[in-house]
């Protein structure tokens, strides 16, 4: 026997996996865990069993509820799991699922449309942090098609726009935990920063590398992702996050001058698979470092002073973000916005066996 529970299956930037109403999974957190491994078919390297896609990428769920919040529409839970792994990781953000809350939530009936925009305040529940996102909903139904391109994702759709309201120091104390703008841990200058994602910017040169490489390249790169993790290891305890051996985060993100026209070049590890592109988190933390004088990126990136377009070059293309920088202080990021797009690519019940959970159970 099995158990059914209603989803969307959708694809948020360049991540995609299963949204559910809170309402319709297990209110006890273990047992909710178990479900979502159950739904993505974790540990698996294949997740054969799952909906899962075998990559960190599309090893992810949403859960979405009504905001009791003061001013906010709605709240959201992302949620990290891994292919060959039991780990399931609600300690950080996703900027890329996030595209997806608010078509989710209009799909759903948790919020209705407002005219041929709707802009809904998110609150992301593992952060704390809010923004404000904007999606096409003409007719009173979410547009999913339009002229919007996304580098990572094939094709064109609408635009959803996300305008982020307070992202220093999301899962760390402040913007620069260890209260530098460069840090030499290790034996390796790095800036450690936290905009929205914990990230360890490391110049590229110094590990011996272009920062250009492909992705393949560096996943079969095992001298330089043992030096990583060393490092990354050394980082957490630097930045307050402790033993971070089974977190997801910090980020390590290789940076070199941009060859692209861009802003600055990047290969971001999440944290032990390159990525095919970059979080939208932690394109935000990584453009937030190229504006701040002294820090790894300062004389490798090429960025407008005093805030403005940062676009950070990925293996798959570029990624641009517009922030608004404090002239009194630089180091106070007052907005950082950005363009997505999502899609609901299916709609209908998941199935996960009774013995995982039944209905009316919370254990």
């Known amino acids: 026997m099995q158990t059914a529970i209603p989803t969307l299956f959708m694809r948020g930037g360049t991540s995609r996996g299963p949204f559910f109403l809170e309402s319709d999974l297990p209110a006890d957190p273990a047992t909710r865990d178990r479900v979502l491994l159950a739904v993505l078919g974790s540990p698996d390297r294949r997740q054969i069993d799952g909906l899962g896609g075998a990559h960190p990428l599309t ?5 979405v509820r009504k905001s009791a919040t003061p001013g906010v529409d709605i709240d959201f839970l992302f949620v990290q799991l891994q292919p060959d792994s039991e780990r399931v990781d609600t300690s950080a953000n996703c900027g890329n699922m996030l595209a997806a809350v608010a078509p989710f939530a209009l799909e759903t009936g948790l919020a209705a449309p407002t005219g041929a925009t709707t802009t809904l305040r998110v609150l992301t529940l593992n952060t704390g942090m809010q923004c404000d ?12 098609e339009g002229t919007a391109r996304i580098d990572g994702v094939p094709g064109a759709a609408a635009p959803v726009d996300i305008d982020f309201l307070d992202t220093a120091g999301s899962v ?9 703008v460069k840090d030499v841990i290790d034996g390796i200058e790095v800036t450690c920063i936290d905009n929205g994602m914990p990230l360890v910017l490391v110049p590229a ?37 402790g033993d971070v051996g089974d977190k997801n985060y910090p980020k390590m993100t290789l940076v070199a001058p941009p060859r692209l026209g861009g802003s600055v070049s990047t290969r971001s590890f999440i944290p032990h ?11 935000v933390t990584v453009a937030t470092a ?20 940062i676009s950070v070059e990925h293996p798959g293309g570029e990624f641009s973000v517009d ?7 630089p180091r106070n990021v007052k907005r950082a916005a950005l363009l997505r797009t999502a899609r609901l690519i299916m709609r209908g019940d998941v199935m996960v066996p009774q013995t995982v959970w039944k209905k009316g159970n919370t254990a």
């Open 59 to 63: 090893s992810k769920a949403g859960i």
């Open 133 to 144: 996102m904007t999606v096409q909903t003409p007719n009173g139904q979410v547009n999913y």
């Open 172 to 180: 760390c104390a402040s913007l620069l935990p260890t209260g530098k």
């Open 205 to 241: 040169a110094a590990l011996g590398r272009s920062g250009y490489e492909g992705v393949a390249e560096l996943n079969a790169d095992a001298e330089l992702k043992t030096r990583l993790e060393r490092l990354r290891l050394a980082c957490g305890h630097a930045m307050g996050l």
């Open 273 to 283: 698979v390159c990525h095919d592109a970059i979080g939208v988190l932690a394109a």
């Open 290 to 309: 190229c504006m701040l004088e002294g820090s790894v990126a300062d004389g490798i990136a090429v960025a407008p002073a005093g805030g403005g377009r």
């Open 323 to 329: 922030l608004e920088v404090d002239p009194s202080d």
